[in-house]
């Protein structure tokens, strides 16, 4: 059912009881192997989970960027046009030289070139995989969704995309090597 409604949408809401405990484990290992988390949050006992389904074209580039404690991002994938669903999907490859002792963030912005204009922010894999659990050499897959809301679709509009990480108890951005902040990727114009 769900990739019935994955070839027929780009935003997908999910409902789970209990979250991904029990019978729900599996559903939610699927949703982030073949979808984009574009946002979760829990209510109770109630795990609200939303998801992009992105279209069929990607941009991909090898990347060599290095943040301070050693994390460097190997490459990165999006969509590089935004159809009138406000969809953007972005893959990540991330790697490191040596143990991160702390668990950073990452965040991913469509900017105007002023503000963000979407955003996702989520512990890498689906927040199944923390930095301070990085293995020396071993690549670690994020992927992240972003909603633009749709009063924002200005035809031919181009937005930066940029990804970075940061210290979610104080706000603080990990910096590249650098002094930068953030890594501009490219540019996503609505079509």
């Known amino acids: ?24 484990a599996e559903l939610k290992s699927w949703l982030d192997e073949n979808l984009y988390p574009a946002g979760g949050e829990w209510q109770g006992d109630t795990l609200y989970l939303a998801y992009a389904v992105p279209p069929a074209t990607w941009t991909s580039a090898p990347r060599d960027d290095c943040f301070v404690h050693g994390i460097r ?9 935004l159809d009138s669903s406000g969809v953007c999907a972005v893959s990540l490859i991330w790697e490191t030289e040596q143990p991160v002792p702390d668990g950073y963030k990452v ?20 927040e199944a995989r923390p930095t301070f659990t990085w293995q020396p050499g071993e690549e670690v897959l994020d992927r992240h969704g972003l909603f633009l809301p749709m009063d924002t679709l200005t035809k031919g509009a ?12 104080t ?14 990727l490219g540019v996503c114009t609505v079509r």
């Open 171 to 184: 706000g603080q951005r990990l910096l590249l090597r650098d002094g930068r902040d953030a890594i501009e």
């Open 1 to 24: 059912r769900i990739e019935e409604h994955a070839a027929r949408y780009r935003r997908l809401w999910f409902v789970l009881y209990q979250g991904s405990f029990g019978p729900n």
């Open 158 to 169: 181009s937005l930066i995309l940029q990804v970075g990480l940061y210290d979610p108890e």
């Open 73 to 81: 991002l190997k490459s990165a994938q999006w969509t590089p046009t």
């Open 107 to 126: 965040f991913v912005h469509l900017t105007d070139g002023q503000r963000p204009v979407a955003q996702h922010d989520g512990v890498p894999g689906a």
